[in-house]
């Protein structure tokens, strides 16, 4: 069965300091994985996809790592700000028009 | 203006009661889908459309009908809806097949069937 698992489900931190979130994946056959930012009561906001070949994708301060060996990816973030406090959600892509997968996501709390 | 939006946002109805989410978009995409988000779950698929005539169903179409009025226009219908029914509604586009496409999300409808 095709699913995506991410760690941890919630995390507190404070301000200015970083973080790292992890995925791990299970779809098959892959064709890319996605990182989405979901604000409190907002739609998810794409922050990277990367496809097999990628190792590493920046979007300014967030950092994706991908290895599809393993099927794992990590979503890093540097110097947290406040208005980082939000759901991040991991998707997975198959190939065609195959649903997306998507995590559960991880509740991130950046507190002063 | 946002390129997707959804209306109403906020919607209280009773078990039985048929009601109505539409989505607009302004992207001119041609893909449009519906989702809904539940607390502890990830998001699952209802229904999506490649065009006027083309609507598929998703992973979870029971108890749900969609309406593709126009390229912009999405509709997703309960017919008798029920309390498991109550979570956030998303619709969202992309320009091209959903496995090479960035998706783009409305800003979600939250309905509560009580």
């Known amino acids: 069965k095709n699913q995506v698992e991410q760690s941890p489900q919630s995390l507190i931190i404070l301000e200015g300091k970083n973080c790292t979130l992890q995925?791990?994946?299970?779809?098959?056959?892959?064709?890319?994985l996605r990182w989405y930012k979901q604000d409190t009561g907002r739609g998810p906001v794409s922050l990277t996809i990367m496809t097999f070949s990628e190792n590493t994708k920046s979007n300014g301060r967030y950092t994706a790592t991908l290895d599809a060996d393993t099927k794992q990816s990590s979503l890093h973030i540097t110097a947290s700000q406040l208005s980082d406090s939000a759901s991040y959600i991991c998707?997975?892509?198959?190939?065609?028009?195959?649903?997306?997968?998507f995590g559960k996501g991880t509740r991130l709390s950046v507190i002063a | 203006d946002a390129d997707v939006t959804q209306t109403p946002r906020n919607r209280i109805t009773k078990t039985g009661k048929r009601i109505m989410l539409e989505c607009s978009q302004t992207k001119g995409h041609d893909r449009m889908y519906w989702y809904r988000q539940d607390p502890g779950l990830g998001l699952r698929l209802i229904y999506y459309s490649f065009d006027v005539k083309d609507i598929n169903k998703g992973e979870i179409s029971d108890g749900y009908s969609v309406s593709r009025q126009a390229q912009a226009k999405f509709s997703l219908s309960l017919e008798s809806a029920i309390p498991n029914q109550t979570a956030l509604y998303f619709c969202?586009?992309?320009?091209?097949?959903?496995?090479?496409?960035?998706?783009?999300f409305g800003p979600g409808t939250r309905l509560t069937v009580t």
């Open positions: 969202a586009t992309s320009e091209g097949r959903i496995s090479s496409y960035e998706q783009y």
């Open positions: 998707v997975v892509s198959g190939t065609g028009n195959t649903p997306l997968v």
């Open positions: 995925c791990n994946y299970t779809v098959s056959p892959f064709s890319n």
